[in-house]
């Protein structure tokens, strides 16, 4: 089989998994948060969220009706054959998942407001590129759903206030949050480079699994804070009240200007869905996060 329609069926199943299949991490995370609400309207929604998995992974249907939009992300050795023909390996996959799996058509024109119908069109899959050594192709799918993204915030801090804006402008954007991205949530934050820089490590953080700390323990007691006091706001699942507003806070970051503070918060609905796949040079396709469900 050539390269491109390797890299094409791969892509399928990724969609394909992450669309249906929580990763383990993520379900995890959502029964130690039903065992440990106190909240009776919170444990209901997250008895709701659970039994949602549950059939989803039965009927094998997508585990939400807005599946979203699709982003990949591509760690390609620099030696992999065919580079030039992943981009259209990867819309074709998303073309066959919108229509096999089936997702919801969620590519729309900004300008006509026409929907293409099969999720894709102008940079979209989008594709976050990384070079690497080595002759494998390492590809992660995240299909990020329209309310969560509608509460993605990007500021430029004051760079005095240092650490201590950077939690006030998380916790802010939480509470104003709200209900609207389906908490609970997860956050990817990030500062530093620019805002458009921030933004791409706030939603690369979110790809990192949630039983997975931050290696540098300064980052990590940082997670632990803004955790904590994303939690205390009380919000609760989806907005109804109790003790678990997040699941889990990611914090990258990049040097800055000595002017500017770049930050950025991306949320990840409860429904944190992603697979990742690497595939090697001889047509060999190794599954990462859903080896079970291939």
Known sequence: MEN???VENAAFNLIKQAVIYLPKDVKQALEKAYMEETSEAGKTQLKAILDNIELAEKYQSPICQDTGTIIFYARAGANFKN???VEEALTNAT?????EVPLRPNAVDPFTQKNSGDNTGRF???INWEIATGDTLELTVMTKGGGSENVCVTGTLVPGEGINGLKKFVIEAVIKAGAQPCPPTILGIAMGGGVDIAMKLAKKALLRPLNEPNPNPEIAKLEKELF????MTGIGPMGLGGRTTVLGVHVEYAFRHPASFPAAVAFNCWAARRAAARIHTDGTVE???HKEKV
């Open 83 to 85: 580079l030039d023909k």
């Open 95 to 99: 073309r066959r998942a919108t229509k």
């Open 124 to 126: 979209i899959p989008y």
């Open 4 to 6: 491109a329609k390797i």
């Open 228 to 231: 904590e006091a994303a939690n």
């Open 287 to 289: 599954y990462l996060t």
